[in-house]
């Protein structure tokens, strides 16, 4: 029998994030590593954004937050995820997609035989 997760909030205090007694810190640092990796490939600014389902976010004193982070890495809760991608697609000076799919396909590792 799994453990239900989602009954378990979530909380960055002193560097670390947890979800109830789990630390998932590394998963969250993960996402910022691989976000910085994508924006020096593409020369463009690129922002992590993790989205925890279910579970509750609680910022400091315990109160609950619409949103937590960890250094760049922004956390927000599921169901906030689209208007969050919206807000953050509409940036001045943004390249076209089509220069960024360029870019990615010059740039990314090519693989054999898939």
């Given at each position: ?99 960024l799919v360029a870019t990615a396909e010059r740039v ?7």
């Amino acid at each position: 029998m799994g453990v239900v997760l989602r009954r378990f909030p979530v909380t960055v205090r002193a560097g670390r994030v947890r979800h109830g007694d789990r630390d998932v810190t590394r998963r969250i640092t993960s996402a910022g590593k691989e976000a910085a990796a994508v924006s020096r490939a593409l020369g463009v600014p690129v922002v992590a954004i993790v989205a925890i389902e279910g579970a509750r976010l609680l910022g400091p004193h315990g109160r609950p937050a619409t949103e937590l982070a960890l250094g760049p890495v922004r956390i927000v809760p599921a169901y906030r995820l689209p208007a969050v991608l919206q807000a953050q697609a509409h940036v001045p000076g943004q390249r076209r997609a089509a220069a960024l799919v360029a870019t990615a396909e010059r740039v990314r590792p090519h693989y054999m035989g898939r």
